[in-house]
């Protein structure tokens, strides 16, 4: 699966989940990130740095998602895959 679709399958994981996804500048200031999640008035949200390349966009959601609870979702056998072989043993 080439990055853009599973970008776009990824994100729409994250919204299965009711997270949604978002990106900013995160290397602006004192603190340098390339993602997190978090909560945000009851509500969880994932934050990206916008200016990472689209292999590493993959990247850091990729490890987010996997430390997440997707196995009740109904998710393409390529993103199940991939989410699962970044989870950390």
């Given at each position: 699966m080439k990055d853009e679709l599973l970008l776009e399958k990824l994100e729409e994981t994250a919204?299965?989940?009711?997270?949604?996804?978002?990106y900013d500048d995160l290397h602006k200031g004192d603190i340098r990130t390339n993602g997190g999640i978090f909560t945000l008035k009851g509500e969880q949200r994932i934050l990206i740095h916008k200016k990472l390349s689209l292999k590493d966009r993959v990247a850091v959601l990729l490890g987010l998602l996997s430390i997440l609870d997707t196995e009740s979702l109904h998710l393409p056998d390529a993103v199940r895959k991939?989410?699962?072989?970044?989870?950390?043993?």
């Open positions: 919204g299965k989940l009711s997270i949604k996804v978002d991939r989410i699962e072989g970044s989870r950390k043993p």
